[in-house]
């Protein structure tokens, strides 16, 4: 199986047993009076609901098209929520017969991590890759945005103010828009009422 970063997924829990008591000994408003202990709650992040809606179209694609920057090589688009597993999805994106490159979302400690995974026809990895970065704010459901990390800089200068946005309108686009020093550099749109059959699995994968 490729070698890639796969970090489990952290769920962060509320523990709600405590009972609070008003003065003269009764119990205060809402707490558990019957001295049972309460079940915990989990707490759900914008970062968790996130990667829970794109798990929700696993295994479905959709086909896209260029709509900002270079178009040459983006004429026909397909994203595939391939691989869905506990903190992490694998979204291959196919540029016509061009099966190089796969975007994983994965869940960290912090929040939520965005690689690309480029790969040779030979399944090897592309000299550049793993670029991507980490969110740096809370984001929501819909949107999360990822700044360019310190590996990305170091492998790619010219990238280290890259950008790269995710953004689902539900049942109707997942949009993928990357910036540089603030600027728009490329935009991917894919329609979510067109699903397309399911593509072969990307260079590096076929064994998976």
Known sequence: MPNR???????????????????????????????????????????????????????????????????????????????????????????????????????????????HDHRLEDGSEDPVTQYGGDTAVPGTEWEQSFPADAETAALLPEAATNEWTMTLEPGQRFIYHLTRDGAPRATFEFDLTREVLAPPAPWGYEGN
Request: aromatic share 4%; with cysteine.
């Open 5 to 115: 970063r796969n970090l489990a997924a952290v769920p962060l829990l509320l523990a709600s047993g405590l009972i609070l008591t008003a003065c003269g000994g009764e119990p205060a408003p809402g707490s558990n009076a019957g001295g049972d202990e309460m079940p915990d709650v989990a707490i759900s992040t914008p970062q968790d609901a996130f990667l829970e809606n794109l798990a929700s179209m696993c295994g479905r694609a959709f086909a896209g098209r260029a709509t900002f920057g270079s178009t040459e090589g983006f004429e026909e688009l397909t994203m595939h929520i391939r691989e869905c597993r506990e903190g992490e999805v694998l979204i291959p994106l196919h540029a016509g017969a061009n099966r190089s490159r796969t975007w994983i979302v994965t869940r960290t400690a912090e929040g939520l991590r965005l690689k």
